[in-house]
């Protein structure tokens, strides 16, 4: 790829990313000339868990699974961070290692900040060191919000998730309509069964019975990878049920 397109990839990284939106274009212009590529394929490491990573990446392309080892041996799936999503930040405030362990789901392409570029960054713009701090506390209350729906049904947890997801647009990446979906909000489940389960903190197995369920009460109805809610209303019930 040549020099140029490559640059012109990190600008419109950095443009796409709520990090630095409190900058102007050409502050972010020149952010974007600080940003290196990094592409990786799938199953490729960005960091091990417990590394000191000297540097923060953002999600151009592609995306990245983030999980912890727990005390039992069980690995956790914390969340995946898509395109405009960040890596990095609680080693770059704290100054301590990673917490997770950061894997390519796909083939993905990151933008990638030192951590001497990015400390000159925050100098001159305390903005990007704010949205920082906002980004680690919408993962912490999302991390406190899976934690406190362990406790609950798996057809709550599930119902949960489907209910979170964005919907799909009847385009041509969508499955062909029918009867029951040309009026019903449909979506794609992006993640694996077992990495949405472990996300979850199920297995695959609980999951695959509670889709089961959420059918045969007239909920839902499951077509490979693809979910239509037939039953929006009823799925918020089981969550005000508990």
Known sequence: MPLREIHRDEISCVRRVPLFSGLT??????????????????????HGAGERSRRLSVVHTGQVKLSRTLPSGHR??????????TLGEHGFLTGGPTLEEAEALTETRLCVFSHDDLAALVAEHPSIALQM??????????????????????????????????????TSDSAPATASSAVSPRLRLRLSKKDIASIL?????????????????????????????????GLEALLAQD
């Not at 956790?76 to 395109?83: D, T």
């Not at 680690?136 to 209350?141: P, V």
């Not at 999951?207 to 209303?233: F, N």
């Open 25 to 46: 274009e050409d502050q972010q212009d020149l952010v974007g000339a600080l940003a290196r590529p990094l592409v990786l394929s799938a199953g490729e490491l960005v």
């Open 76 to 85: 956790r799936l914390m969340r995946v961070a898509g395109p405009g999503q």
């Open 133 to 170: 701090l906002r980004n680690l506390g919408q993962r912490l209350a999302e991390t406190e919000r899976r934690l406190a729906q362990s406790t609950l049904e798996v057809d709550v947890r599930v119902a949960d998730y489907l209910l979170d997801q964005p919907l799909l647009r009847e």
């Open 201 to 233: 903190g199920t297995t695959p197995e609980s999951m695959s019975r509670a889709l089961a369920r959420l059918t045969a009460s007239g909920l839902i109805t499951v077509d490979a990878d693809v979910i239509t809610l037939l039953d929006a209303t």
